[in-house]
């Protein structure tokens, strides 16, 4: 099984070629950069300048939605309200043109899969949010698809049902390996919780495409955005023969100390949260970048606070709440950023990137 599409879309701002493996893939860009748009041309609901789809080798182009074996769940459910999750789910199997006991029988063994079997009598009025999602999961993929395509899915539900969605998705698309998932997210935690096979792969749909390895695009990000969903800080600069990097600032050229690397031209210099200390006095010892600042933002978040620092760098740290009240650190203090050397990662950057 795999997945081939080449879509150009102009009005989007979308023009993409992809080569799928079975397995699960990551779909995520800024908004607008047409994640939605991509999915709905693959199940031929719109049309776009120019596409090429092919399933597995069958040519897409003319062949109705209906007749593609994909299947897209979006946000919205949208369940047949006078229908009970069983026959909900039986609707694909019946207008494969399976008899009812069969359709029925078909729809109660997914509907088990996704926990969901108690619930076969209910009418969509009478389930939740999490629950009518697991509904529509087990629908799409009673109609035995060859690509299941997620626009979302959990973008509407509480956080409560979120964490048992999420490892519903994840248990039900690993267990069709012979499935060709694509998941439009923006939240790293469904990636890696989804898409962490050896095949599965991870594109960013912006200005630059980037494409490949999950691991890999978010160890090694090209764009701000895809940074920003990683959790690294992020700068622009250019690499310097050998070592090390020179950033263009508001107050001029920048030097960032880097480990030996063998980039050359444009770059991306990252480092983590928690790769960075934050000082009330100038650092002494050996970080070799060190950069004066004053704390824009606090925030605490499970059992570890993020203070962001306005400097010639801005960065973000990762510190322990005991650490923080140590310092402590409120909004418009003065503090001193540093960073190990050995803690900093240089990375090509395209060519046509925006600057810091």
């Known amino acids: 099984m795999s997945l081939r599409a080449g879509v150009r879309w102009r009005e989007r701002g979308l023009a993409v070629d992809l080569d799928l493996p079975a397995g ?26 120019s596409a090429h789809i092919a399933l597995s080798g069958r040519d897409l182009t003319g062949v109705p939605p209906h007749q593609r074996r994909v299947a897209l769940l979006s946000q919205a459910p949208t369940l047949f309200p006078h229908l009970d999750a069983r026959d909900n789910v039986a609707f694909g199997p019946r207008s494969r043109g ?10 109660e063994h997914w509907l088990g899969v996704v926990g969901m079997g108690d619930f076969a009598d209910r009418r ?11 509904v529509a999961l087990a629908r799409a993929l009673a109609a035995e698809p060859d690509a299941l395509l997620l626009d979302e899915p959990l973008a509407a539900l509480d956080v409560e049902a979120t964490p048992a969605m999420r490892a519903v998705l994840s248990d039900v698309t690993h267990a069709r390996e012979d499935l060709v998932v694509l998941l ?24 630059q495409v980037e494409h490949g ?28 023969p050998g070592a090390g990097a020179r950033a263009g600032t508001p107050d001029g050229p920048l030097e960032i100390a880097t480990t030996g690397h063998d980039v050359t ?7 983590t949260p928690d790769a960075v200390s934050l000082h009330l006095d100038h650092p002494e010892g050996s970080p070799r970048n060190v950069w004066p ?56 950057a395209h060519t046509e990137a925006a600057g810091p």
């Open 184 to 207: 439009v997210t923006h939240d790293v935690l469904d990636v890696l919780t989804v898409a962490d096979g050896g095949q599965d792969t991870m594109t960013v749909l912006g200005e």
């Open 213 to 240: 390895p999950v691991r890999e695009v978010l160890e090694h990000p090209r764009s701000a955005f895809t940074a920003g969903l990683a959790g690294v800080n992020l700068v622009r600069a250019e690499a310097l």
């Open 265 to 271: 031209g444009a770059c991306w210099v990252t480092f």
């Open 293 to 348: 600042g004053r704390v824009s933002r606090v925030e605490a978040h499970a059992g570890r606070a993020r203070v962001w620092v306005d400097s010639r760098v801005p960065v973000s740290a990762e510190v322990t709440p005991a650490a923080l009240a140590a310092l402590p650190l409120r909004p418009g203090d003065r503090v001193w950023a540093s960073v190990k050397a050995s803690q900093v990662r240089v990375h090509p």
């Open 98 to 107: 399976r008899r009812r006991r069969e359709a029925r029988a078909t729809a």
């Open 124 to 134: 969509p009025s009478q389930l939740s949010g999490g629950q009518a999602a697991r």
């Open 24 to 49: 699960r893939h990551a779909i995520t860009g800024p908004n607008g950069a047409g994640k939605s748009s991509l999915l709905s041309v693959i199940a031929g609901l719109t049309r776009p300048d």
